[in-house]
Nanobody, 117 residues
Framework: QVQLVESGGGLVQAGGSLRLSCAVS????????MGWYRQAPGKQRELVAV????????NYADSVKGRFTISRDNAKNTVYLQMNSLKPEDTAVYSC??????????WGQGTQVTVSS
């Protein structure tokens, strides 16, 4: 059983920074990518950033490129999302995701990020 626990959300002013962490417990066997998604009120969940667990390659949503950085520490089974130059439109519940090579996805419970103007 794989469990994901996020931390690091909160309230920040526009232009500020936050770092989200996602600690993964359980077997990492078969985990291909780890990523962050977000869902704002009234909107669909969208991909923010994803990182390959083995290769370290990354992919970002256009709206966060140049501001957010995803990284992973395989020794700690943890993935991070460094968010800089935050904007009010970044306000959302951010959820950690771990996807297997077979296409199965594990999800964390989510953490609220609120950016005030």
């Amino acid at each position: 059983q794989v469990q994901l626990v996020e931390s690091g959300g909160g309230l920040v002013q526009a232009g500020g920074s936050l770092r989200l962490s996602c600690a993964v417990s359980g077997s990492m066997f078969g985990i291909n990518t780890m990523g962050w998604y977000r869902q704002a009120p009234g909107k669909q969940r969208e991909l923010v950033a994803v990182v390959s667990r083995t290769l370290g390659s990354t992919n970002y949503a256009d709206s966060v490129k140049g501001r957010f950085t995803i990284s992973r520490d395989n020794a700690k089974n943890t993935v991070y999302l460094q968010m800089n130059s935050l904007k009010p439109e970044d306000t959302a519940v951010y959820s950690c995701n771990a996807a297997t090579y077979a296409g199965y996805a594990y999800w964390g419970q989510g953490t609220q990020v609120t950016v005030s103007s």
